[in-house]
């Protein structure tokens, strides 16, 4: 019988340990939905954002289907924090939004302002004060035609 390399390296590659398979030290990992919402020209996307360990600055990009004339999101949010603090932004085409996490302190808000003019997108950059790990991060979000308020706005929840 003939050795075949490609299913070997293939079953190689599935037995490789799952340590090997934990994202780099620093990187922000993000997972996003978005549920079916037929006729729905702006439907909600909802994501889930981790960093195991912060090894200096990180951050993630967001975007939401939508038609190019819409120019604004709006994004339910929640972060926790396991250990340390980390300084949140929230960048689009706006002055950044900015509130910091703290173990034991989530921040829970709305956030309401204008995407990105360039890729109609919305940046999370996160800045570490001292050593912190285990942030997470649910942001439910969608992209709308005009805001409701018109200076990005931050409406924290109790």
Not at 87 to 92: D, E, M, P, S, T
Not at 128 to 143: F, K, S, T, W, Y
Request: hydrophobic letters at 40%; charged letters at 20%.
């Amino acid at each position: 019988m003939p050795l075949r390399p490609l299913p070997l390296a293939f079953a190689a590659a599935l037995a490789l340990p799952l340590a090997a398979c934990s994202p780099p030290q620093g990187v922000a990992i993000t997972s996003c939905t978005t549920a079916t919402q037929p006729g729905v020209s702006n439907p909600e996307r909802d994501c889930m954002m981790r960093v195991e360990d912060f090894s200096g600055s990180t951050e993630a990009m967001f975007s939401a289907d939508g038609p190019g004339f819409y120019r604004h999101y709006e994004a339910d949010a929640r972060f926790e924090i396991e250990r340390g603090s980390v300084l949140v932004r929230v960048h689009g085409s706006h002055d950044p939004i900015e509130f910091l996490v703290e173990a034991g302190r989530p921040w829970k808000g709305r956030i309401v302002a204008r995407l990105n003019r360039q890729n109609h997108r919305f940046r999370v950059s996160m800045e570490p004060r001292g050593e912190a790990a285990g942030l997470q991060a649910r942001i439910r979000h969608r992209n709308v035609l005009r805001s409701m308020v018109s200076p990005p706005e931050v409406l924290p929840h109790g």
